[in-house]
DNA sequence: CACATATATAAGTATATGCTTATATAATAA
DNA sequence: TTATTATATAAGCATATACTTATATATGTG
């Protein structure tokens, strides 16, 4: 793993939303509109951490109908593992 | 450890040249001016990222004469030994 | 003392970040 | 088709970040 990729990593993580977001994730696949209710920051401002951790290779999502359900990415680098590790359920 | 913390940590070493510094330390205690020969920035850019490192209890330091010395504090967070095992050495 | 060296702090600035509101897109239902 | 719902994208803006140069501080030397 470069550093390059790694600072990318770590910038995706160094944030109280998206560090909540993925502890969200923790308990399972979850749609942004359950997100939104649970994070105070409206739609739009959601949609754009998540594709934060998207592009980071953090998280992955499928679309079902309208819905459209994130999760966790399974196999993570030691450190966003480590990351996740700390996160509350 | 609460995910402010955490967050203070992420966001201390979420940059490059922080990363490259704490990378420079892992081969032992490094005065300033060293660190300044090793990355491009300036010596008050070094200065102002060592203080962040410091900040976020990731790097110490002690004064000799006029050098002061920079290291990597032994007892981290798991999260934040990690990413230094991550680091070339 | 004056001067040199190492480091820190201050001030200014360009860019990045993270929200907001408005709007676009996609899928579904009536 | 029109309307509704879920999500994404665009544009704008306030704040944060990370440099730079200039200057302050601290220590050591002649």
Redesign the interface.
């Known amino acids: ?1 470069d ?2 990729f ?2 990318k990593q ?2 995706a ?4 939303n998206r ?2 977001l993925l ?1 969200c994730l923790k308990s399972g696949e979850t749609c942004v509109c359950d997100l939104v209710d649970v994070i105070g920051i409206s739609q739009p401002a959601v949609s754009q951490q998540l594709k934060k951790l998207e592009e980071a290779g953090i998280v992955t999502a499928r679309k079902v109908g309208t819905w459209k359900h994130y999760r966790i990415v399974e196999q993570q ?3 966003i ?3 996740i ?4 359920n």
């Open positions: 793993m550093i390059q790694l600072e770590l910038k993580v160094s944030d109280v560090l909540t502890s680098s030691p450190v593992q480590a990351i590790d700390q996160l509350p």
